[in-house]
């Protein structure tokens, strides 16, 4: 019988931060060593962060990754590491090297290159053939990448070379269905090979992709003996059994809530704060309407970065009702941001009287409420150059999947925490904060009489969203249907849905993708998020 004891690092390592990843391996690695680990692990191309997307087609950028796993290499005295990287042998590989006695011991490729979703690894790498197994304190450990457990063979493989213990480095992005489904793979991995599997993964933001950690540990029967918890960035000890081919997780961090509105709310903060900080802004600012989506971006936006890092804008005019007046102003209030409200009435006539007589024969329509938005979006922008703060858009998901927005108005942003939110998951999530708040005897975070108001633009008169739109219940289960099933429209009218609302939806999704071409990065979050993943022509005859 064999105990080994691993080290698996569950942290952020940015893409492009060559040096600083290098440097974090090290402090993380002397961490293993003191604590007795034989092994220590990273996650997937820990060097170069995933995705480094065209930073791996310029051959200074692979140069200094290599440079960088040399000298960790040198510096290995008495721990064993796994870290991924990327290699270049005139071709490209996903690779993970075992670094042990001072040098590189070997160094495997990623044999499954996922090409769906937001992957995009067939368009840099090439594959690898076999699974690396190597003796480690009397335990034979074979070592596979991300996408590789996901498929039978390359887990076989390793099985057929004599791997007692599978170690599997990830950089496996977030979505509201992947835990489960990662389970599901593992455990069938385990039972198909026999082998115990150590699942590490990538945590952080990038861009418009949130990696969760979420790390796992599976006996060889397939039972999960431990989880760790989403987001967290955290060393997690484990020590290995090769007698009964079990893993034993030692003091791991647990989640206090493990609900899907828990997760998706740490999912929306995690993202904010790398995007906001991994690119150098002091912080954000947004305007405040008065309603759900702009109350939600705001409660996530201090949660990300505290409240004196946010500064949230009221710009009311003829139509903004008392109640968002005063909700915006609770809300700033208790959440104690810089508030400021900037009536723009007078701005918003000055533009129409410029306008008149270039307007004249036409009558009032969708323009002059559309140019509310934008005077808006002029206001916004100026803060934000001024004060050097980040606009966040506050749009969801709902809203741009039928153009529900005005291009340079709301839609003006550089980053968009809602945008893989639906309008029925904005009210969970918001209902869910105020619960959490309530349970820590905190005030409420969004006013109840945001949540429970019809939801509105107020662009003109007594308007409400439903004016336009079905009512958001019937207009997301269509959506979701469409989107991320990719249902048709006879399909989607079969299981219960009126044939012409279907069609109206439809065709509002298909024409008003030239404005989500526009529209700002934001998490993705959902199985086919806008963006990165979803990529429908603009120009189409497809309907």
């Known amino acids: 019988m064999a105990i080994l004891r691993l080290a698996l690092a569950q942290y952020d390592f940015p893409v492009g931060a060559v040096a600083g990843n290098a440097a974090k391996v090290g402090d ?5 060593r003191e604590g007795g680990a034989s092994l220590a692990v990273f996650p997937e191309l820990t060097l170069s962060g995933y995705p480094p997307e065209d930073l791996l087609l310029r051959p200074s950028f692979l140069a200094a990754c290599q440079c960088e796993l040399n000298a960790l290499a040198g510096a290995t ?3 064993a590491v796994l870290v991924g990287h990327p290699h270049s042998e005139g071709e490209v590989y996903n690779a993970a090297s075992l670094l042990r ?3 590189i011991e070997l160094t495997t490729h990623k044999q499954a290159l996922p090409n769906y979703g937001v992957f995009d690894d067939k368009r840099y790498f090439r594959p690898g053939h076999d699974s690396a197994v190597a003796m480690i304190d009397g335990v034979r450990v074979g070592m596979l990448i991300c996408e ?5 063979e390359p887990a076989a493989k390793a099985a057929a070379a004599g791997a007692e213990l599978i170690v599997v480095i990830n950089a496996s992005p977030w979505d509201d269905a992947k835990q489960a489904g990662r389970e599901a793979v593992l455990t069938e991995r385990a039972k198909e090979t026999g082998c115990a599997i150590a699942y590490l993964n990538l945590v952080g933001g990038q861009d418009e992709v949130v990696y969760d ?5 599976v006996n060889a029967h397939g039972d999960i003996a431990a989880r760790a918890p989403n987001f ?3 060393m997690l000890w484990a020590e290995f059994d090769s007698e009964t081919r079990t893993l034993r997780a030692e003091n791991w961090p647990v989640a206090p809530d493990g609900s899907i509105e828990a997760t998706l709310y740490a999912a929306l903060v995690r993202g904010i704060r790398d995007y906001i900080d991994k690119n150098g802004f002091s912080g954000v600012l947004l305007g405040l309407s008065g309603g759900i989506d702009s109350a939600l971006t705001l409660a996530l936006a201090v949660d990300a970065l505290g409240a004196d890092r946010v500064t949230a804008v009221m710009m009311p005019t003829r139509y903004t009702s008392q ?3 005063d909700g915006a102003r609770a809300q700033a209030e208790q959440l104690g941001v810089d508030y400021h409200v900037i009536d723009i009435e007078q701005t918003y006539q000055s533009f129409i009287e410029a306008l008149t007589p270039a307007f004249r024969g036409k009558g009032p329509d969708t323009t002059e409420e559309n140019l509310q938005s934008r005077t808006r979006g002029v206001m916004l922008m100026a803060l934000s150059n001024k004060h050097g703060r980040l606009l966040l858009a506050t749009g969801n998901k709902s809203e741009m999947a039928v153009g529900y927005a005005t291009l340079y108005g709301d839609m003006c942003g550089a980053y968009a925490p809602l945008k893989d939110v639906y309008k029925t998951v904005v009210y969970r999530l918001s209902r869910w904060r105020n619960a959490h708040a309530a349970r820590l005897g905190e005030p409420e975070v969004i006013p109840s009489a945001v949540i429970d108001r019809p939801p509105s633009a107020e662009l003109r008169d007594n308007q409400t969203d439903q004016d336009s739109l079905p009512p958001y219940d019937e207009l997301d289960a269509i959506l979701a249907r469409f989107i991320e099933a990719e249902q048709s429209q006879a399909e989607i009218a079969a299981q219960g849905f009126h044939a012409d609302t279907v069609r109206r939806v439809v065709r509002l999704v298909l024409l008003n993708e030239f404005k989500r071409r526009q529209s700002a990065p934001g998490p993705r979050v959902t ?5 990165r993943e979803r990529r429908y022509p603009i120009t189409s005859g497809w309907k």
């Open 28 to 32: 993380l690695m002397a961490q293993a």
């Open 213 to 217: 950690g979420g790390s796992l540990l």
């Open 148 to 152: 590789d457990i996901w498929q039978p």
């Open 77 to 79: 005295d008495g721990v």
């Open 527 to 531: 199985t086919r998020a806008f963006g």
């Open 101 to 103: 006695g001072g040098r």
């Open 323 to 325: 109640l968002s007046l």
């Open 232 to 234: 967290v960035d955290a």
